[in-house]
T-cell receptor
Framework: DAKTTQPNSMESNEEEPVHLPCNHS???????IHWYRQLPSQGPEYVIH???SNVNNRMASLAIAEDRKSSTLILHRATLRDAAVYYC????????????FGTGTRLKVLA | NAGVMQNPRHLVRRRGQEARLRCSPM?????VYWYRQLPEEGLKFMVY????????ESGMPKERFSAEFPKEGPSILRIQQVVRGDSAAYFC????????????FGPGTRLTVL
């Protein structure tokens, strides 16, 4: 299973953008990049996913490097409610169902 | 559309008792996954089920753990003769049939074994 590497923790000021990096140098051509976040005492919440092109949704943007060996989750304006552990997960081609969670990045948002 | 439901949210058992954890997937979802999260760790895959079928149980401990997803009713994760090391948060996720298999997670059941 392809592995992801994320910083253990990051801090951001409220109302500022946050860039959460993820390295996945062994990604294969059919692996999708998924991001989830987990707030304290809750289940993981889907944030965004992509394959090759950058993606935007109401929660965040996903920027994928041209060689696909890294990606960045962008929160455009951090709020206190965005404080969570963010997981970058590689999921294989459709039908490859097993998510492999790493230890994620703990994001702290400062008021 | 209600999300994935899990109950109970908290469960306390004494060593040697049985624990039953229930998961109702989102409406229209026929695929269910169970994950376990130990304190301060990421989630670990346990088992993947479709209605009346276990597709992959490679993450399940060989003994005491079993899972089912009957034709009617919720999916059940059953742990027999619980030990202290079973204390963890157990999360269920579901996804729709077909190739769009983004998983949506429930709130989890926190099992404490005394």
């Amino acid at each position: 299973d392809a592995k992801t590497t994320q910083p253990n923790s990051m801090e951001s000021n409220e109302e500022e953008p946050v860039h959460l990096p993820c390295n996945h140098s062994t990604i294969s051509g059919t692996d999708y990049i998924h991001w989830y976040r987990q707030l304290p005492s809750q289940g993981p919440e889907y944030v965004i996913h992509g394959l090759t092109s950058n993606v935007n949704n109401r929660m965040a943007s996903l920027a994928i490097a041209e060689d696909r060996k890294s990606s960045t989750l962008i929160l455009h304006r951090a709020t206190l409610r965005d404080a969570a552990v963010y997981y970058c997960i590689l999921r294989g081609a459709p039908g490859t169902y097993k998510y492999i969670f790493g230890t994620g990045t703990r994001l702290k948002v400062l008021a | 559309n209600a999300g994935v439901m899990q109950n109970p949210r908290h469960l306390v058992r004494r060593r040697g008792q049985e624990a039953r954890l229930r998961c109702s997937p989102m409406k229209g979802h026929s695929h269910v996954y169970w994950y376990r999260q130990l304190p301060e760790e990421g989630l670990k895959f346990m088992v993947y089920l479709q209605k009346e079928n276990i597709i992959d149980e490679s993450g399940m401990p060989k003994e005491r753990f079993s899972a089912e997803f009957p034709k009617e009713g919720p999916s059940i994760l059953r742990i027999q003769q619980v030990v202290r090391g079973d204390s963890a948060a157990y999360f269920c996720a579901s996804s729709p049939p077909g190739t769009e298999d983004t998983q949506y997670f429930g709130p989890g059941t926190r099992l404490t074994v005394l």
